[in-house]
């Protein structure tokens, strides 16, 4: 691997990571743990990752994945 290509490496990689995180504040779930999205386009065309967090967000609302926000740990999981 070259030089440039370390570095695009290092930037998409970086891009992900910073795209996961708004993913998990704004919905509390990874994107790995959605349906696929097309993240390599979103890279290219140098959408920033909080636009293809919303971007995929109307997406998934487009395709009835149902969400659901809870108050409070124990309000996710009733037997605690």
């Known amino acids: 691997m070259n030089t440039h290509e370390l570095i695009e490496k290092d930037r998409v990689e970086s891009w992900l990571r910073e795209f996961d995180e708004i993913c998990q504040t704004e919905l509390g779930i990874s994107f790995r743990d959605l349906p696929e999205q097309n993240l390599k386009a979103w890279y290219q ?36």
């Open 45 to 80: 065309n140098g959408m920033t990752p909080k636009v293809a967090c919303f971007q995929m967000m109307q997406n998934l609302d487009s395709a009835e994945v149902y969400f659901h926000e809870f108050d409070c740990f124990t309000d996710a999981d009733p037997g605690l």
